[in-house]
Nanobody, 122 residues
Framework: VQLQASGGGLVQAGGSLRLSCAIS????????ISWFRQFPGQERAFLAG??????TKYGDSVKGRFTISRDDLKTVALQMNNLKPEDTAVYYC??????????????????WGQGTQVTVSS
């Protein structure tokens, strides 16, 4: 399984970006697809996940600003609004089959995209 993340870039504070994650399989199937981000020198932090039945879960730091969605049979998007300089990081999408309560567990996601840089200027 391969994941391709795209959509990162440079944006001013208050702006928006839409990240996309495409899976190499025919469909997303029953995979949970989650987004994480990583600041230099830190562990990857959970942002949002979507799984069976289009269930969604969000990390506290992005609730109300970020929205995860299944765009089509192969793609999951992360819409990021009202971006702040502290959102600057490398963003990763990942796939696995964790139960809902464990969507935020990076170790339960077995496949990872290559990461896309998001930079928010003040």
């Amino acid at each position: 399984v391969q994941l391709q993340a795209s959509g990162g870039g440079l944006v001013q504070a208050g702006g928006s970006l839409r990240l996309s994650c495409a899976i190499s399989e025919r469909t997303l199937g029953d995979y949970v697809i989650s987004w994480f981000r990583q600041f230099p020198g830190q562990e990857r932090a959970f942002l949002a996940g979507t799984g069976r039945g289009r269930s969604t879960k969000y990390g506290d730091s992005v609730k109300g600003r970020f929205t995860i969605s299944r765009d089509d049979l192969k793609t999951v998007a992360l819409q990021m609004n009202n971006l702040k300089p502290e959102d600057t990081a490398v963003y990763y999408c990942a796939a696995g089959r964790p139960v809902y309560s464990a969507y935020d567990q990076a170790t339960l996601h077995y496949y990872w995209g290559q990461g896309t840089q998001v930079t928010v200027s003040s």
